[in-house]
Nanobody, 119 residues
Framework: VQLQASGGGLVQSGGSLRLSCAAS????????MGWYRQAPGKQRDLVAA???????NYADSVKGRFTISRDNAKNTVYLQMNSLKPEDKAVYYC??????????????WGQGTLVTVSS
């Protein structure tokens, strides 16, 4: 099982980026997926999650700006990020997640991709 994230880079404040995460193996379509981010010196936080059926959940800080989606035929999950702010700068990780006791928990992580937003 592997998760390969891509699409990070440098963008100006107000700009957009789309992250992609390609999964290997046959378990992608039956698993919920999430995007997390970790800024320097901070903990890794959930940004968005999508269930196997396509239901989505977002952190308050990105609601209305970010959109998570998935393409089960391509074993890929996406994160469309619009209206980016300097505080969105972080390493972004995709993960297999599960919903337990009222929150999503990451079960398996891919490598991260760095997003930098200049002011």
């Amino acid at each position: 099982v592997q998760l390969q994230a891509s699409g990070g880079g440098l963008v100006q404040s107000g700009g957009s980026l789309r992250l992609s995460c390609a999964a290997s193996g046959s378990i992608f379509s039956v698993n919920a997926m999430g995007w997390y981010r970790q800024a320097p010196g901070k903990q890794r936080d959930l940004v968005a999650a999508v269930t196997s059926g396509g239901s989505t959940n977002y952190a308050d800080s990105v609601k209305g700006r970010f959109t998570i989606s998935r393409d089960n035929a391509k074993n890929t999950v996406y994160l469309q990020m619009n209206s980016l702010k300097p505080e969105d700068k972080a390493v972004y990780y995709c993960a297999y997640v599960s919903y337990y006791s009222g929150s999503y928990q990451g079960n398996y992580w891919g490598q991260g991709t760095l997003v930098t937003v200049s002011s």
